[in-house]
């Protein structure tokens, strides 16, 4: 089955997985989308954590598309970006789930994407927590001052370098 996303430059890209692409994405891009189904969720998490490696397996799966229109693999790269990017990675990722005979192997697979998917979701509202906490502001606050004066704080920074002699913020 084909699986669709849109580029940054409106054109629409039909994700197709099937086994002439397996092949040629294991010989141009050394990866294997057989082992997208091993338990770790070692290849899947490449997929998520490189952009770079999903936009060149990409490429490859849309390469046909990709020489009618005459867009070079670092053209292709360079119109994968933010939410496109996401589109795109979404609908490679369906494609490869339809790629599968068996009812029980997409059915694994899917519920693979979504416990990496909300993994990935916990990690970055616990970034988010963390950023957002006052405490963190206030060690940022206390590093800064032990770099900038010997057991001070801000508060007792002195007002500019001028006032400290022999400290200077600019490279000698």
């Known amino acids: ?11 629409d890209w039909l ?6 692409t397996v092949k040629r994405v294991r010989a141009l891009c050394d990866v294997d989308l057989m082992a997208i189904l091993d338990e770790s969720g070692a290849l899947l998490a490449r997929f998520v954590d490189d952009p770079a490696l999903l936009a060149d397996v990409l490429y490859v799966a849309c390469q046909a598309q990709a020489d009618e229109r005459d867009v070079s693999d670092e053209q292709f790269g360079e119109l994968l970006a933010g939410d496109t990017l996401q589109k795109a990675t979404d ?14 192997r997409r059915k694994a697979l899917r519920r693979l ?9 916990i990690a970055l509202n616990m970034a988010v927590t963390q950023l957002e906490d006052p405490e963190l502001d206030k060690r940022m606050e206390e590093a800064v001052a032990k770099v900038l004066t010997p057991g001070g704080s801000l508060t007792d920074a002195p007002e500019s370098s001028d006032s400290t002699p022999g400290l200077s913020l600019s490279p000698s």
Do not use: H, Y
């Open 1 to 11: 089955m084909k699986r669709c996303f849109t580029d940054d430059s409106g054109r």
């Open 15 to 20: 994700v197709a997985i099937n086994v002439t």
């Open 91 to 104: 609908a490679f990722l369906e494609a490869l789930v339809d790629f599968f005979p068996q009812e029980t």
């Open 113 to 121: 994407i979504e416990k990496i998917n909300k993994v990935q979701g």
